[in-house]
């Protein structure tokens, strides 16, 4: 299986393409000039020029140290306006669905992060009424015992003193 790297009339990856200084991924050409000497037929990346702030890039990169027209046919066109538009679009959205996804799964994380907190919170204010509870159940039992042992200590006092 030949890859972009074999075969001089492929196109690059995406991914693998240097930046331009504006930013951009560049766009492979053909040079088809006959200066400088011995470059015509020799790939090279150039800046795709889709900047709106109509400054010149100079950006130029060889992919070729030697013509290909001494080896193979020199391509014509390597990739057209066109061709470099799609890959850009794809790439840009393969980027914004790749962003979404990572947005999506830092709000899982987050919504999983609070529920666990609400859940400690609901535990511990659970934990907290039962203990209240237990608390006044026991004043409570205090409470009713000592009413009846001071209510037979009453009894036992107006029995004597009726007596």
């Not at 980027?95 to 996804?101: G, T, V």
């Not at 000592?146 to 003193?161: A, N, Q, V």
Request: hydrophobic residues 30%; proline residues 5%.
């Amino acid at each position: 299986m030949s890859t972009w790297r074999d075969d001089h009339n492929a196109i690059h990856p995406w991914n693998e393409r240097p930046k331009c200084h504006c930013g951009f991924r560049t766009w492979l050409q053909v040079w088809d000039e006959p200066l400088p000497q011995g470059k015509k037929g020799c790939r090279f990346f150039k800046c795709p020029d889709i900047d709106d702030d109509f400054k010149a890039c100079t950006f130029m990169q060889w992919v070729d140290t030697r013509p290909l027209g001494a080896v193979r046919p020199i391509p014509e066109q390597v990739e057209n306006k066109s061709q470099y538009y799609a890959r850009l679009t794809q790439a840009r959205e393969e980027a914004r669905l790749a962003h979404e996804e990572h947005e999506r799964r830092v709000r899982q994380q987050q919504i999983r992060a609070a529920l666990k907190i609400q859940e400690e919170r609901f535990q511990a204010r659970e934990a907290d009424l039962k203990r209240e509870e237990e608390k006044q159940k026991h004043r409570y039992k205090e409470a009713g015992q000592s009413s009846t042992t001071d209510g037979r200590k009453g009894k036992e006092k107006f029995l004597r003193f009726t007596q």
